[in-house]
């Protein structure tokens, strides 16, 4: 598994079985490698993978993102692209699995975040509010571990506590 540069962005590719290596090598057009001793099993790989990444650099950026990704769909070599953020925040997948959550921040507004990777069916997972800011719960976490609110207010105001 890695990204690799193509001649219009990057993708990542996961070729960690033999089986898989096999259809890279299929797509790639490159079948020639399989004969390789550097390259004859996942441990030789990993042990000459610096040769071998250079070998694979060199062929994926002979084409795009997009042919290359249509390449693997059909060979049903796992593989996907390497988005930049905004792309990602548009990516109807992303979007779909609720990894695009919008939340509202104190400062910023409404702000694009990342949602909960793991999605539980009887546990559900949520992002339910934005980073805070520094010292926005202060005086909620103090109250809850039972300082009474003098006693923040005087940590407040002697600096120990930062609060917004």
Do not use: C
């Not at 990444?53 to 796992?78: C, F, G, S, Y």
Request: hydrophobic fraction near 45%; charge should be negative; aromatic fraction near 4%.
């Amino acid at each position: 598994y890695q990204a690799f540069a193509t001649s219009d962005g990057w993708i990542n590719v996961g070729a960690a079985n033999q089986r898989n290596w096999l259809r890279l090598l299929d797509v790639i057009e490159t079948p020639e490698l399989d004969a390789d001793p550097r390259f004859a099993s996942n441990l030789a790989r990993m042990q000459n993978l610096p040769a071998l990444v250079e070998i694979l650099n060199e062929k994926l950026q002979r084409d795009t993102t997009a042919n290359w990704l249509a390449k693997m769909e059909a060979a049903a070599l796992p593989a996907g692209p390497v988005l930049g953020i905004l792309e990602m925040h548009e990516d109807p997948q992303a979007v779909a699995r609720d990894m695009i959550v919008e939340t509202s921040h104190l400062i910023a507004g409404d702000v694009k975040t990342i949602g909960h990777p793991v999605k539980f069916s009887k546990t559900p997972a949520k992002v339910a509010r934005a980073a805070p800011v520094l010292g926005q719960h202060s005086r909620e976490v103090l109250e809850k571990l039972g300082y009474d609110q003098e006693t923040v207010a005087s940590l407040i105001e002697s600096g120990a506590v930062i609060a917004a």
